[in-house]
């Protein structure tokens, strides 16, 4: 890795010894991100006024140092990993928040916190509803960054739908507007969704301005089980149909309904351990809500084994257990996961649901696979056995017949989660040459020093052939 | 201008004379757009294959010659005008729409007619809410290219918020599709939405998959009148605050109003003659239209002069005349219109109403206005006389000051037409130059040849220095 010495002095020099840390901790801990794929920094920036951006990049260029700038560092694709060494920036310092009443936005900078925007809307009757399950941890910036989704995708949209306006800096270090505090813009190239899910690769963000939509007066929580995989996902086509539109509609097939049992110690239903279950939400003013309730308990009649539905939040929390407990308690099934976070296409979801099947009986491995039906967005968790070789080697081919089978179906590698590193290998199964030669074309244009963020996105990374650390993060699944 | 022949007859010989037109009265009817600056191409290109596309771009990077994507043409700013010759890439019989039910999705070619897809969705139970007011005519190719908006903006979002995929072409001719059937999508750079607004310079859009919402079961509409414009956007803003969100929220000035009321000849509200009113419109379930009806009218009896509800779609299309007249009946107040369609933001809606109403008193013109309160896109008419020399002048001084304004106020230039030539010369007040240097660096990355539509956005273009063609257009208002 190339030492950038004499430039990381000047910048210290240029910006103290607060804001450009060299120590070994601060250094250690901007090395990895949720990936835990250490590659050391030769410093970290930890930024306290934008403007610093400026003369950060302004100096990376003239010595074509790398920067990778940081959030809280939750990504599951190493995006916010320092792979070729240089300055990481770090931005969570810059975390002001503050809500446009009157206008129904949101003012903050890229290092506020998703969860305390989300409060701070709520306080004042908004709703800001992209919520990846990292919220009370990951920065906006970050969200941008990969255009985070969540569970609420499909009914409100992803964080690309809620951001209005960006400032922040381009690669050569100038600062920019993109948009303006207005719900309508259409003055010059977009740049502002360009940088959307960029990864960091073609400017820094360091604020936004988010739209936010009236908070619904009402939730309604009801969890259903089905005899099958199959059986739960012509259910959702059929609840679809219907026109009421969850807020959230999660599946989980039976393999992470198992973990989620195994976890809490108990069967979801009474008497039928292991069926998959959706787990729905409906949101909105009382009267819909209350409309909706009696078209959706109609269908439950119709389709599901079991259904239970909550009479307050308290309730809702309750059914909300299964779906939390699912994650960590796949670790049982293998220590080493490959978390996927596929799309596939409503027309194909039983095609895919087969597929996936297939791929859990050839492989021999457990996939425990839940997500987002309303979007169409998967968790496929692909579980192994790191010091068991033959496991390993299975794996790295499950892991791109997958993608191969999702892009077929007409589906993404990605819903919400970006490339980072972890997804490089696959970046070429979705894209054709010519767009991927457009992408560059673009990178270059914007970065000429290529600073931002390099080794990202277009050079392949075998992820499943690098150690990953072992680290416990406040974030991870318990 | 540059003249083409060998590469025209190159491309005839491609493609066949049945698609490659030089009579005159193709080149004539292609030479101009809304804006009616006519330019005379060397050919028209009728595609009939997405294809050919394709060949057209190859042909035209080999001799450079310039290329400008058109629909019907129903563009304000000049954004389809062939103003540097070469060819008109005439999309319309690109034109078939399918609606994926189960997904909520319409599959569409870019000739396809924004009426015509609301159409095809709604016979689905779907809506498609972006409504620029040139529907009946405009394609969906067009709208992505402007990121068109309409009346349903505040509520529901612009073109771009409703698209999901897109295909086409890049300026050097390879065929692309950015973003998949899905609702979420992380995979690369998302040149999708570069491509959205991008006014035809990034690309050809040949194909686009787009987002649909459920119809709603219900709506209300209800016509309220105020003492004066202040009085008019306060009272917005206090409904507002109610958190009930209209679909559509138009504000009519006193000027608009007079505009209306001389169409139809007579008062909108019996002895109130001239007072600028707010034309209102709920769409949602039954229950939650009814629920939000009785908050909309103590809200009425509190702020409003006058106030009519429509009890049936019938009386609802009478509100609406006042609206739909008041465009046509303004060219009694000049024979020449400078149509901005500026935003505001929320917050200076009042500044706003200030500093218009001076500028009316300053420049002594009739500047009618109206438009769409809930994202603060205002459609400002500078009318004036073109055999008056002092008044086109006054009226270039006066679109100037607007921008000007406009910008310091927080908002844009464009909410929904675009730059095209017409708002060339304000867009360094929109934006920094580093900012055009970036939207420059991305297009010659793009259009390394400069293809696509040039003479556009960059190059100042003064449009009251260039005669208007004297022709009727079928959407031009009545």
Redesign the interface.
């Given at each position: 890795m190339k030492s950038f010495a004499a430039a990381t002095a000047q910048l210290r020099r240029r910006l103290g010894a607060n804001v450009v840390l060299t120590d070994d901790t601060a250094r250690t801990a901007a090395s990895y991100d949720s990936a835990k794929l250490p590659f050391r920094p030769e410093a970290v920036v930890r930024v306290t006024q934008e403007a610093q951006i400026g003369a950060v990049l302004a100096l990376a260029n003239r010595h074509g140092v790398p920067v990778t700038t940081r959030g809280r560092g939750t990504t599951l694709t190493g995006a916010a990993t320092p792979v070729q060494g240089g300055w990481v920036l770090d931005t969570l310092a810059l975390n002001t928040i503050a809500i446009?009443?009157?206008?129904?936005m949101a003012h903050v900078q890229a290092g506020a916190k998703v969860a305390d925007i989300q409060r701070a809307a709520e306080a004042k009757?908004w709703f800001y509803p992209p919520d990846p399950s990292s919220k009370e941890y990951c920065t906006i910036g970050g969200n941008i960054a990969?255009?985070?989704?969540g569970m609420h995708?499909?009914k409100y949209?992803?964080t690309?739908?809620f951001v209005i306006a960006l400032r922040g800096y381009?690669p050569t270090g100038?600062?920019?507007?993109?948009?303006?505090?207005?719900?309508?813009?259409?003055?010059?190239?977009?740049?502002r969704?360009?940088w959307?899910?960029?990864e960091g690769?073609?400017g820094v963000v360091t604020g936004a301005v988010l739209k936010l939509?009236?908070?619904p007066a009402a939730r309604w929580t009801l969890l259903t089980s089905f005899k099958d995989e199959t059986a739960a996902l012509r259910a959702a086509?059929a609840l679809?149909?219907l026109?009421?539109?969850p807020a959230i509609c999660e599946f989980l097939d039976r393999e992470s309904v198992l973990c989620a049992e195994r976890a809490t110690g108990r069967a979801v239903f009474a008497g039928q351990a292991g069926r998959p279950v959706l787990l729905l939400e409906f949101a909105?003013?009382?009267?819909?809500v209350?409309?909706t309730k009696q078209i959706v308990l109609g269908w439950a009649a119709e389709h599901a084994t079991g259904s239970r539905a909550a009479k307050n939040r308290e309730e809702a929390e309750q059914l909300w257990a299964v779906r939390r407990k699912c994650s960590g308690a796949m670790f049982e099934l293998g220590d080493a996961k490959l978390n996927e976070d596929i799309?596939?296409?409503?027309?194909n979801y039983v095609k895919f649901a087969q597929f996936l099947a297939k791929l859990k009986r050839d492989s021999g491995l457990a996939i425990p696979t839940f997500g987002?039906l309303?979007?169409?967005?998967l968790h496929v968790n692909i579980m192994y056995h790191k010091a068991v070789p033959a496991e390993c080697r299975t794996a790295e081919r499950t892991v791109r017949t997958l993608m191969e089978t999702v892009v077929a179906l007409?589906?993404?590698?990605?819903?919400?989660?970006?490339?980072g590193l972890a997804?490089t290998p696959f970046?070429r199964i979705?894209?054709?040459p010519?767009?991927?030669r457009?992408?560059q074309?673009?990178?270059?244009?914007?970065d000429p020093n290529g600073v931002l963020n390099p080794g990202k996105?277009f050079e392949p990374f075998e992820v499943w052939k690098h150690p990953r650390l072992e680290v416990k993060l406040p974030w991870d699944h318990k």
């Open positions: 446009d009443d009157e206008a129904g009757g990969c255009n985070a989704g995708g499909g949209g992803v690309r739908d381009l100038e600062a920019v507007t993109w948009g303006t505090a207005t719900k309508k813009f259409s003055a010059g190239f977009n740049l969704d360009l959307i899910g960029s690769m073609l939509i009236p908070q086509l679809f149909k026109r009421v539109q909105g003013g009382k009267a819909e209350r409309e799309v596939v296409p409503m027309r987002h309303a979007d169409g967005n007409g589906g993404a590698i990605s819903g919400e989660h970006g490339i997804k970046l979705q894209h054709s010519a767009q991927v457009a992408m074309a673009v990178k270059r244009a914007l996105m």
